[in-house]
């Protein structure tokens, strides 16, 4: 999980990075691209750590005898 968050959050990171080189530059090829490439990247691979790391905090809430929400 820990992987997979890191992975997702460095490429949305580069993606607006690059973003703003972009609009100093503006726009060259490799911009765009890097860009989307980043927020694709991101949109792939974000979404299952972060639902698995609600999932795993819910079940140990569960196991301590907390509520869920």
Known sequence: MKLGKR?????????IVVFFVGLATNFPAW???VVVAGLVVAI????????????VR????????GRAH
């Open 7 to 15: 992975v997702g959050y460095s490429a949305l990171l580069i993606a």
């Open 58 to 65: 819910a079940a140990e809430r569960e196991e301590r005898g």
């Open 44 to 55: 792939v691979v974000l979404p299952a750590p972060i639902v698995f790391g609600y999932g």
């Open 31 to 33: 911009t765009v691209d």
